[in-house]
């Protein structure tokens, strides 16, 4: 009873559909044609008997790819090379001169016009972690450090030269002149004192030179013009105005210097060689070269 209330419809044969039914769900696109399709990897002869056994690409299916970019072919490789149907998945993606090339899945993103590069790119970075700046190095420093290391290599090998020179002092020579003999008044000269140590001594019969030396302990004696002696300040020696001891410690007269006269006229003093007069002993203030008469 139910069955005639509610027939079931006769089943509808493969014949009875519609011719343009038929020809969508020929037409539908799978996957690897879409791939393909982006690849350019598709058959432009359509309908010819080569073509006979090959996958085509429907209007559908090109117009959802119209706005995908292929990579470009390797280096060997055929554009528009066209691929048999049975072919798999996997070897599409592999180019015919053996180079290897990287494909991504296929996405709603690839149908609605994204390139495959924005498709395929890869996540943002995350936050960049940047180090402290390492503080400054202190120039200044750095260069006292090298010059003090310089410094004293410098002054090392200048010893290590000095170690191969000669020992002498550097004292002024024994021998020099003192001018002429009218140039000194009677009594006792002190400019010489500080430079060649010596007084220039000149009374009305001769002109010598009293060597400024202590006969005690070798000390220097002060001239006291105003008590007109010569005044040691170490142990209180005093001597006359011709050097001959009197008071204090000193044994006996200081030394009188060798003069001569030169060919020009000048008094030439000798410091090296000196005319003493020894306590008890005989005097030689009155030998050759000792003074020079006026």
């Known amino acids: 009873m139910d069955q005639e209330k509610n027939p079931t419809p006769p089943a509808e044969s493969a014949s009875d559909t519609p011719p343009a039914q038929e020809e969508s769900t020929q037409a539908q696109p799978s996957v690897q044609d879409l791939l393909a399709a982006s690849r350019g990897d598709v058959s432009k002869s359509e309908g010819t008997p080569a073509a006979k056994g090959r996958t085509t690409v429907t209007p559908t299916a090109r117009e959802a790819s119209s706005n995908t970019v292929a990579d470009p072919a390797a280096p060997g490789d055929v554009s528009n090379k066209e691929v048999p149907s049975a072919t798999p998945a996997a070897a599409r993606a592999v180019p015919g001169s053996g180079a290897s090339k990287t494909t991504s899945t296929p996405t709603a993103s690839v149908n609605k016009g994204v390139t495959r590069a924005a498709a395929a790119k890869p996540p943002a970075a995350g936050p960049v972690v940047q180090s402290a700046p390492e503080p400054p190095i202190n120039k200044l420093r750095r260069r006292i450090v090298w010059a003090s290391i310089a410094s004293f290599l410098g002054v090392s090998f200048l010893m290590f030269l000095r170690f ?90 200081m030394d009188r210097a060798r003069v001569e006269m030169d060919a020009e006229g000048q008094v030439v003093v000798d410091t090296s060689k000196l005319f003493d007069a020894p306590k008890g002993g005989q005097s030689h203030f009155d030998d050759t070269g000792a003074f020079i008469r006026v």
């Open 164 to 253: 191969f020179l000669p020992r002498t002092i550097m004292e002024p020579s024994s021998v020099f002149r003192i001018g002429f003999p009218g140039d000194y008044s009677f009594g006792v000269d002190t400019k010489w004192q500080q430079q060649h140590r010596i007084w220039v001594v000149k009374n009305s019969e001769r002109l010598f030179v009293i060597f400024a030396k202590c006969t005690h302990l070798g000390c220097t004696p002060d001239w006291k013009a105003s008590e007109n002696k010569f005044k040691c300040p170490c142990h209180g020696s005093g001597y006359d105005s011709e050097g001959i001891n009197f008071e204090g410690p000193a044994p006996r007269p």
